[in-house]
């Protein structure tokens, strides 16, 4: 049911693009990012990491390293906090190991010393005497019966009996009878595929300074997709009360969930609570690609049947997801976004979370779903094409609606999905001709999208500007979001409002961003801000004109009598009323504090363009069009920039971006050369469509964005590649030696 | 750690004779100074070569030949007026060497004594026939660049020797010269296999040719079988399968992340073409 202070027409700000508030900072070098601040009499600090995939750890000597000069402390796993439980354990095996290193690069101890140079010299002087034990690091071997159980008891009650202790998590759902649509089905095709672990691959590393006194109390400046969340697991690491640690966030240099989880910040507080002095923290890129979270890989069995005029009458999918040597990969997310476009009398999905011996997966946009994707729509492309079926008609055909009973569960609310495929349809780049080699794929793609926890506080200053507080780090551009929206609330120029990121003492306790909530949970809770500041300032303008309250309205940034009964006063201009808050009642603020629960889900279908080398395999993506339901763009620019974003990183991970593990259990490329991410000239233009279905949970329609641009490009890409050179890669990344070796066995039938 | 920063060649000799661990010498610094800070090579002794004069000269000489010096950047060879005229290929696998920040100092020699057989400038030097001047404790002496890596990171020159300058021949008619790579990406990337093709003509028939393929084997190649597939033709279709015959054959590449052994070979021989295809080019337009 939509908000009955719904707006969805006449804005007079919100739907413009001015230049971000973060901009002229962050191209000038102003902008203070995680490794960019500093304290006096500072140290530095390096983490010391396993250089094996699995071995117990028998002794640490740290003698030799403490006698280096400048070396001012070590740490180890004794000193943080004991007795922790659940995911609080996780995180701190995770940050410093115990008694067994669990993956390469897992960290043992750490130095702080009074230079960067020190401390990396000091680490290699802390000795480690490792038992090596048998490792696994690929999904289906870790399932195996004979695999090296990673931690035995991981496992939670949802696991069934006679799975491998490394099978920790476990999902089914589903509806009707799977068996008896495959019976109905004209064709059923079942296929398995699989794909590799890829990094979200920001350009900044984790980076954060902290300061920590013998009296329990501290503070902490970290890059962070959530302060609050740093703060209540530092807390819980470390033995503190939460108040006493105070976080703040500095910019962000990407994130796209894998700076929702915590990896050094507890180190730099334990060190600094041990040497008495500011500790500065910095990851190498090494030690970003071998010890924080990449997405997890997958192994997947997709079965699905079509009648001859297209309708699927079944679906089936199995989801294996290797997280790492904890649990938590997003098995659940895979199995529920899988197919959750389409409208199925007949589906059933399993989702099996897996342990290995590599980094803890961390989120990564849209967690699960892209990968998801991949399987379905490649298989729902086969199946198009083995009926000579358009592959817009078929989904249009079995398209997700109003009123559909989701493949995971619930029914949807209004829902953009038809939109997407019609303008797809319609978009110039899907009837343009394509030159000899080039293949053209499409594919859906679906993210739920999120609310969370929000505080959001907006003080007016005397000359009518206002200052708006939000605790939702700024990934990607909101906070030009939230000043078009309280601009538009308030009635006042989108320049006369200034948006902090406010520390963790500032606000009440406000969720990452993640789950594409930040335009959505904090938008929506600006907007309720704004509007409890008008009413005040209503108050205000009633008290002065000597008539009731709801007597006043807030008509482009004034106050004015409601109607011609309430009398006749001129207009009464914000700053007027501000000028002299103080001795009218005090300053005026709004606030907002809530949980939302309205957030949109969010559809979107993507067409690409590809060509294959035949020669070589390489595969070149020649255009790109994202057509993506964002229920109201705020800011059209910076929604496109997450439409173009999500292709970018999806064109990276379909194509080359992979974790490569050699035999001995080490990642063999943690580095930006071997790691392939797009650089930009690997990219097309991507041309974006911004549907506007609205969304009836948020005041305006805003659905979150910045994820569902990823889900579709792995399926999309594959889909353009199999069109192209007529072969159907099922594994990722569809690098050109794999392109080649599919070639080659083509030709040799 | 010791720096240096002689002024002759003569005292960066002196010094890294009597150095003792491990010596490196300084000039764009883009791998020696990289694989300093990633912990894979720490130099005892660096001998900063760029003050020596000379070295940062491109020089034409009056029988056509080149002389480049040590510390002459990629970017330098790129602008010169007259350099990519007689070997664009040489010029553009320099070119190739990482982003335009790494070309403002990236050298010729520091690719090749680097020893990285996946060297991108050094396949072109290879198959242009080019030579470099080392000087040590013992005197002078000239080598063709395809002697100077030994194996992977590793080189032919003694204690105490440097390459004190590079040697283009003269370009001479009807001759061109292309270099080609192999990267999944489109930029900033390493390559996984490389193939220069160096060739003059008479009329349309090649009369001589130098063939030189990278990351196929624990050094840069010479083929002079490759060499010989196209001698005397007018790289016709089958010509350029024997080409590509002739290249498949010479690589004895590895397997890694980088790429497969099948891959590297299939691809040598394909980039072997693609690459004479431009040098053929290249010498035809240089004979009108």
Not at chain 1, 71 to 83: E, L, N, P, Y
Not at chain 1, 218 to 246: D, F, M, P, S, Y
Not at chain 2, 76 to 85: G, K, N, Q, Y
Request: negative net charge.
């Amino acid at each position: 049911m939509a908000l009955d202070n719904m707006k969805t027409t006449g804005f007079t700000q919100v739907g413009t693009t001015p230049n971000r508030p973060d901009g002229l900072d962050k191209v000038t070098g102003r902008a203070r990012f995680g490794a960019d601040v500093t304290a006096p009499g500072m140290l530095h600090a390096v983490i010391v990491r396993s250089p094996h995939a699995h071995a117990r750890i028998k002794r640490i000597d740290t003698s030799k390293a403490e006698a280096l000069a400048g070396v001012k402390g070590i740490v180890t796993r004794a000193d943080f906090a004991t007795g922790l439980t659940g995911e609080n354990w996780n995180i701190l095996e995770n940050v410093m190991a115990s008694d067994t290193a669990l993956y390469d690069g897992h960290a043992v101890a750490a130095v702080a010393a009074t230079s960067a140079l020190t401390a990396r010299d000091a680490a290699k002087l802390v000795e480690v005497e490792y038992e090596i034990l048998p490792h696994v690091t690929d999904v289906d071997k870790a399932m195996a019966p004979d695999a090296p159980v990673i931690r035995a008891g991981a496992a939670d009650g949802s696991v069934p009996e006679g799975q491998h202790p490394n099978v920790v998590r476990y999902h089914e759902s589903g509806h009707g009878d799977v068996q008896a649509g495959f019976d109905e089905a004209d064709l059923v095709i079942e296929d398995h595929f699989t794909t590799e672990a890829t990094h979200q691959g920001y350009i900044e590393p984790h980076a954060c300074l902290g300061i920590l006194g013998g009296d329990g109390k501290g503070e902490l400046w970290c890059c962070t997709q959530g302060h609050w969340n740093v703060q209540k697991i530092c807390a819980a690491l470390l033995g503190l009360e939460t108040a006493n640690l105070r976080v703040t966030a500095s910019e962000i240099g990407g994130g796209f969930g894998g700076k929702t989880a915590v990896f050094i910040e507890p180190v730099a507080l334990a060190l600094a609570r041990k040497t008495n002095k500011p500790v500065k923290l910095v990851m190498p890129r090494a030690d970003v690609f071998k010890a924080t979270g990449p997405t997890a890989s997958t192994s997947m069995d997709i079965k699905i049947g079509m009648k001859k005029d297209g309708t699927i009458t079944a679906a089936q999918g199995v989801f294996r997801l290797q997280g790492g040597a904890f649990p938590g990969a997003p098995a659940d997310m895979t199995a529920m976004c899988a197919f959750a476009p389409y409208a199925l009398s007949n589906v059933h999905q399993v989702g099996y979370d897996v342990m290995s011996n590599r980094p803890k997966q961390a989120a990564y946009r849209a967690p699960g779903s892209p990968m998801a994707a991949f399987a379905v729509e490649s298989v729902i492309d086969e199946l198009c094409g083995q009926l000579g079926l358009d592959p817009i008609e078929v989904r249009l055909k079995n398209a997700s609606k109003e009123g559909t009973k989701a493949s995971y569960g619930p029914t949807f609310q209004r829902i953009g999905l038809v939109e997407t495929l019609e303008a797809a349809k319609a978009h110039p780049h899907y009837s343009a001709p394509l030159k000899p080699g080039q293949g053209r794929g499409i594919s859906c793609g679906f993210w739920f999208n999120h609310g969370g926890e929000t505080a959001v506080s907006l003080a007016l200053s005397e000359d009518g500007t206002a200052q708006l507080a939000v605790g939702t780090p700024d990934i990607g551009g909101s906070r030009a979001s939230m000043a078009l929206m309280a601009a538009e609330e308030l009635g006042i120029p989108y320049e006369n409002i200034r948006v902090t990121i406010a520390d963790t003492a500032t606000l009440g306790y406000n969720e990452v961003s993640h789950g594409s909530r930040v335009t959505y949970a904090s938008g929506l809770a600006t907007i309720e801000a704004a509007r409890d500041a008008v009413k005040k300032l209503c108050g205000r303008a009633a008290a002065k004109w000597g008539i009731p309250e709801d007597a006043v309205k807030w008509e482009n940034g004034c106050a004015v009598p409601s109607g011609p009964n309430a009398g006749d006063f001129d207009p009464l201009p914000m700053a007027e009323i501000t000028a002299n808050m103080g001795a009218t009642g005090g300053p005026i603020v709004g606030h907002f504090e809530a949980t939302p629960e309205g957030a949109g889900v969010s559809f979107a279908t993507h067409i690409v363009d590809a060509e294959v080398d035949p020669e070589t395999g390489k595969t070149s993506v020649v255009r790109y069009t994202v057509v993506q339901d964002a229920g109201k763009a705020i800011h059209p620019t910076y929604v496109e920039g997450q439409f173009q974003g999500g292709a970018a990183q999806g064109i990276g991970w379909a194509l080359n971006e992979e974790y490569i593990y050699g035999d001995d259990g080490r990642l063999q490329n943690a580095l930006f050369l071997d790691y392939r991410i797009p650089v930009a000239s690997d990219l097309p233009m991507i041309d974006t469509v911004i549907i506007e279905v609205p969304n009836p949970g948020h005041p305006y329609g805003v659905r979150g964005v910045g994820e569902t641009s990823i889900c579709p490009p792995l399926a999309a890409i594959a889909n353009a590649v199999s069109a192209a050179a007529a072969v159907r890669l099922r594994q990722l990344p569809m690098s050109p030696p794999r392109i080649l070796e599919a070639l080659e066995q083509k030709r040799d039938g | 750690m010791q720096y240096h920063t002689p002024t002759s060649f003569e005292d960066a000799i002196e010094i890294a004779a009597q150095a003792d661990g491990i010596t490196r010498f300084l000039a764009g610094g883009t791998d020696v100074l990289v694989q300093l800070r990633a912990d894979i090579v720490t130099p005892d002794t660096l001998i900063d070569i760029k003050g020596i004069s000379g070295t940062k000269t491109i020089t034409h000489n009056d029988d056509g030949s080149w002389r480049i010096g040590v510390a002459v950047s990629g970017a330098e060879m790129t602008e010169h007026p007259t350099l990519a005229r007689d070997w664009p290929g040489v010029v553009e696998a320099t070119d190739l060497i990482g982003s335009t920040q790494v070309q403002g100092r990236c050298t010729m020699v520091g690719n090749l004594c680097n020893g990285s057989p996946a060297a991108d400038a050094v396949p072109a030097m290879v198959a242009a026939g080019m030579t470099v001047t080392v000087s040590g404790p013992d005197g002078t002496r000239e080598l063709a660049v395809e002697d100077v890596p030994t194996g992977p990171g590793k080189t032919c020159l003694a204690k105490g020797e440097l390459i004190s300058a590079v040697n283009i021949p003269a370009r001479g008619a009807n001759g061109g010269d292309a270099y080609l790579r192999f990267i999944p990406r489109t930029e900033m990337d390493i390559a996984v296999v490389g193939a220069a093709v160096n060739l003059r003509l008479e009329g349309d028939t090649i009369t001589e040719a130098r063939v030189s393929l990278g990351a196929v084997a624990p050094t840069v190649l010479l083929v002079p079988q490759a060499a010989d597939a196209i001698i005397g033709t007018t790289l016709d279709d089958a010509a350029l399968t024997a080409l590509a015959q002739a290249a498949n054959a010479a690589c004895a590449p590895i397997d890694d992340k980088r790429g497969t052994i099948k891959f590297r070979t299939h691809v040598a021989g394909v980039l072997a073409q693609r690459a004479a295809r431009i040098a053929y080019e290249r010498a035809q337009k240089a004979g009108k």
